[in-house]
């Protein structure tokens, strides 16, 4: 029998510190291959998403005409002065109207609210507002004469409808309320666009979806595209229901540190040790085995059981003591014995291989002859 030995402390470390600085090295490249390749957004209308509901279509469309594109996640980058550059802010997210406040105070010069809510509307496009009621997707007149519609002329819009102060160019609706608003606030342009998906991956080819966003996008040479997220500054008492903050970059850590288990896991998971032999206390003859189990199955009259478990012994030695192979014919083993100790081999048969003992003395008798046998082949 054998059993795994372990390894020392000592003997432990310095088996493992080659590994985990290997281990570490490779986390830490894979942390960085992660930050440096990865996204900066996700999601639906996201410049950097190629899903049919993303928006990198556009966004390349943009820089390849000269527009400096930087993808957001982060309010802070919102709140950036903004002098002499455009802001879109995309759907969704969980703003307070604080937020939204300190982004009308950052100074865009322009700012594109795609699918905004009453509190985005209410701080920085004020007099527009959502009507509840939503476009069918269908190829659309501008209906306006605001410039960036006229050149892109018609378009597949569909989508949520706001109504528009008197101030305001509304365009592509349905002659009561629009999908794509403009306002100009004396120094500052807002659009309101309430058709998200006509600038998505899958629509851009539209139409003249295109150029209605090159035209609505690009008025300036730097366009920070910022998708809110569910993230607020705000200290108020709203705070205490708001959902937890998880940085994005958490979940490229939450991967290097899983692909660090696996590798540790696999390293120490094949790891056995060495294998040596044990010495084991007492050894046990399988001839005093069976001797044993013989006594067991008289005491319990079981004369039959007991009978063929010294034959079993007898002949064990037997087949030891002559070379007789195991499986050999009991006439073989009869005649082979026979001719070794001159036994008659009719009295050997009867011995070896006869009927079970009627009585204990008959049983008594048999094992005394059995045992004179193997005296006999243990002792010549």
């Not at 007492?282 to 009259?301: D, F, K």
Request: net charge neutral.
């Amino acid at each position: 029998m054998s059993t795994p030995v372990g390894r020392g402390t000592a003997e432990s470390w310095r088996a493992l510190r080659t590994p985990m600085l290997v281990t570490g090295l490779i986390v830490l490249a894979a942390i960085g291959i992660l930050i440096a390749t990865s996204a900066r957004t996700s999601g639906p209308f996201s410049p950097d998403s190629t899903a049919s509901d993303g928006a990198r279509a556009l966004a390349t469309l943009l820089k390849n005409h000269n527009v400096s594109v930087h993808s957001t996640e982060t309010l802070d980058d919102a709140q950036q002065p903004g002098d002499g550059k455009t802001l879109l802010i995309g759907p969704g997210g969980s703003l307070e109207r604080a937020d939204w406040q300190q982004i009308a105070n950052a100074g865009w010069s322009h700012l594109v609210l795609v699918r905004p809510g009453s509190q985005a509307l209410s701080v920085l496009a004020p007099g527009v507002q959502a009507t509840g009621g939503v476009l069918a997707e269908r190829s659309r007149d501008a209906g306006c004469d605001l410039p960036a519609a006229v050149k892109a002329g018609t378009v597949t819009v569909s989508g949520a409808t706001y109504s528009a102060p008197e101030n305001a160019i509304a365009c592509y609706g349905d002659g009561i309320n629009s999908t794509v608003i403009r306002l100009d606030l004396g120094g500052r342009i807002v659009d309101v666009v309430g058709t998200p998906t006509t600038f998505t991956n899958g629509e851009l080819a539209k139409d003249g979806n295109a150029a209605l966003a090159l035209n609505l996008l690009g008025t300036h040479g730097d366009l920070t595209w910022y998708l809110p997220q569910l993230e607020s500054t705000s200290s108020g008492p709203a705070d205490k229901d708001a959902p937890p903050l998880i940085p994005p970059d958490v979940r490229y850590i939450a991967w290097a540190l899983a692909f660090a288990v696996l590798v540790v896991a696999i390293w120490r998971g094949r790891r056995l040790g060495p294998v040596v032999a044990e010495r084991l206390p007492v050894i046990v003859h399988a001839s005093e085995t069976t001797e044993g189990r013989a006594r067991l199955y008289r005491r319990s009259q079981a004369r039959d059981r007991a009978a063929a478990a010294l034959r079993e012994s007898a002949l064990g030695q037997l087949h030891k003591a002559h070379g007789i192979p195991r499986r050999s014919d009991p006439t073989a083993v009869v005649a082979t014995v026979a001719a070794r100790t001159g036994r008659n081999p009719a009295m050997l048969y009867e011995l070896l291989y006869g009927l079970p003992p009627q009585s204990d003395a008959a049983l008594m008798s048999l094992s005394q002859q059995l045992d004179v046998l193997t005296q006999e082949v243990r002792h010549p």
